[in-house]
């Protein structure tokens, strides 16, 4: 049995099998391009994610980040490491809460794949199962879930335009293309028939909202993509895996936020799922996460029915892409192979929301 780890830290281990980068043409590589970072490279790699994969380089007594695709056939929008490194640097100047970006590499001779390279930033990264040291008290994890929902108000009133970022979406249609897109995506990887996935779909599609005003959305906002002081919990101190971010529809951000976050009253089924530590006492509820970014971010607050359920469709299509991936062979992370099971109970947790209209007390009777 693995003995926890003595520091809440997020701390990398060695990269798993069949996820290993090619440590003398990487480390040449950083010789040429980054000379203030001479000497030996060590890589190891962190523990999280799911999507693009995320690497601690030591080189001599320094050390950086790097970010690359996944293995296997690339989703060219969702792991675009020259996108990811581009709103990074626009971001960084206005924003500071993002990890600061070094350098990015288009060629893929070097590891396999572009990649970019960014500072590290040490803190509490809060997983399904959080560290044992630490504190998680109702008040703790009531400050720490309403900085959650302020932070991201504050990114959605970022100007984007005065960033450079004006033409990283095209927020006109965006909830449409979102809609027949994600779609698209679930049929491409599809390996099982779903029923309530269907129905989602076609729900989906027959209660689009119009869009509205459009703000810099990150996408996939949701603790384990927070980077935490480990003096206090509740200060974010970096916003991490960009990759997704666009100019669009900010409404659906939070319906991102929200899917991923847990409601004690929740079907067991999905409370099992455990996204994050979400449920914990003294933590806001998805409708109390609403309200409150109603009120830091200005913006009146719609019937957030479709937003929600939206984004539950959208995550079972990213774990069922994966699932795909992992079932044909492009990955060998055991952890993908049972993800399947995972996309039923969101299409199962989509069907429960539109039945009962709502987005909290869904494990309540209609």
Known sequence: MTEPSPSPLDRPSAPRPGEELPVHALEAYLHEHLPDYSGPLSVQQYPGGH????????IGDRQLVLRRPPFGPEIKSAHDMGREHTILSAIHPLYPRVPQPLHYCQAPAVIGAPFYLMRPVPGIILRASPHTSLDLSPLVMQRLSTAFIDNLAAIHNLDYQAAGLADLGKPEGYIQRQVSGWTKRYRAAQTNTIKTIDETAVWLAAHM?????????????????????????????????????????????LG????????????????????????????LTRRQLADRYAEKSGRPLPDLLFYYVFAIFKLAVIIQQIYARYKSGHSRDERFARMIEIVQVMGAASQRAIQLGRIHQLGEAP
């Open 256 to 283: 991102t936020a929200l899917a991923y976050w847990v409601d004690p009253d929740d079907l067991p089924e999905l409370q099992a799922l455990a996204f994050g530590p979400t449920a914990l006492p003294g933590g």
């Open 51 to 58: 999507s693009n994969l995320t690497y601690l380089l030591t």
């Open 209 to 253: 909202p119009p869009d509205s005003p459009p703000a810099l959305i990150h996408n996939d906002y949701k603790y384990d993509n927070l980077i935490l002081n480990p003096d206090d919990l509740s200060d974010i101190l970096a916003v991490l895996d960009w990759e997704m971010a666009t100019i669009g529809d900010p409404y659906m951000d």
